[in-house]
């Protein structure tokens, strides 16, 4: 849990990513792999959000902070489990997964998952790590078993019955760190000096100028998926 925690103060770039999927977010959100919150607290304002994850310590603090919210659903649950599609009685209009897919062995059947708890017409928000030549060794330290690109997440998202409405990368400048650190010095966590610097004085910037040219390569790759 101590990379939640340390992205926990990455309020600049939860800011910058919260602002990037907008224009696509519903009132009734299913978030897959909640964590500790640190995206929900951004969602409270929305009619309904249901915020999921499979470890139970995620979920007791997600509960002690933000468990005042009378717009909030906590649960234990996870992704890979078949048992999601019994929140289908919640009609989501949306599903946002962000930093998760990498997380499971079949990305697929999670992908089936969050297709079946979609209402008709519903949009899925993904984020995911981009590019496999970037997995390194803080990668492996968190559990990730791919990172992706447009190639290989696009055919997945289509299988899984979605309709491919935008994908788009986002922080190419972060690419840079994460080479240093992942390929060239093997660190295995992430260092909270890095991310606080960069949140202040890097993520501002870096949003300002993607916004005026959408960049052809990032660390991370958005995708926006409708059901049928």
Same mark, same amino acid.
């Given at each position: 849990m101590?990379?939640?925690e340390?992205m926990s103060? =990455?309020?600049? #770039? *939860?800011g910058?990513?919260?602002r990037r999927?907008?224009p696509?977010?519903? $009132? /009734?959100i299913?978030?897959?792999? =909640? ?5 929900? @607290?951004l969602l409270?304002?929305r009619?309904?959000?249901v !915020?999921?994850?499979k470890?139970p310590? %995620?979920?007791d603090?997600?509960?002690a ?8 659903? +906590?649960?234990e649950?996870?992704?890979s489990d +078949?048992a999601? %599609?019994?929140l289908s +009685?919640?009609e989501?209009?949306?599903?946002i %997964?962000l ?9 697929l059947?999670?992908?089936a ?5 979609l209402?008709a &017409?519903g949009?899925l ?5 981009a590019?496999?030549?970037l997995?390194?060794?803080?990668? /492996?330290s968190l &559990?990730?078993?791919? @990172?992706?690109? @447009?190639?290989?997440?696009?055919p997945k998202? @289509? $299988? !899984?019955g979605?309709e491919?409405?935008r994908v788009? #990368?986002m922080?190419m400048? &972060?690419m !840079? ?6 390929r060239?010095? &093997?660190?295995?966590?992430?260092? =909270?000096? $890095?991310?606080?610097?960069f949140?202040?004085?890097?993520a501002?910037? !870096?949003? *300002?100028?993607?916004?005026?040219i $959408?960049? +052809?390569v ?6 926006? %998926? /409708?059901?049928?």
């Amino acid at each position: 849990m101590s990379d939640l925690e340390i992205m926990s103060n =990455a309020n600049n #770039y *939860s800011g910058w990513i919260y602002r990037r999927i907008l224009p696509f977010i519903g $009132q /009734r959100i299913l978030e897959v792999g =909640a964590g500790i919150g640190n995206f929900t @607290r951004l969602l409270l304002n929305r009619e309904l959000i249901v !915020a999921v994850d499979k470890h139970p310590a %995620c979920v007791d603090y997600l509960k002690a902070r933000l468990g005042n919210s009378r717009t909030l659903v +906590p649960m234990e649950l996870d992704i890979s489990d +078949p048992a999601v %599609c019994e929140l289908s +009685p919640y009609e989501f209009d949306t599903v946002i %997964c962000l930093n998760v897919l990498e997380h499971v062995e079949d990305d697929l059947s999670a992908l089936a998952h969050m297709y079946s708890v979609l209402r008709a &017409g519903g949009i899925l928000i993904l984020l995911v790590p981009a590019f496999q030549f970037l997995y390194g060794s803080v990668d /492996r330290s968190l &559990g990730h078993y791919r @990172r992706y690109n @447009r190639k290989s997440l696009i055919p997945k998202v @289509r $299988q !899984a019955g979605f309709e491919v409405e935008r994908v788009f #990368y986002m922080n190419m400048i &972060g690419m !840079a760190g994460w080479l240093l650190n992942n390929r060239i010095l &093997g660190w295995r966590e992430e260092s =909270a000096r $890095q991310i606080g610097f960069f949140d202040r004085f890097v993520a501002p910037w !870096a949003e *300002s100028l993607e916004r005026l040219i $959408q960049p +052809p390569v990032g660390l991370s790759l958005i995708s926006v %998926c /409708r059901k049928k």
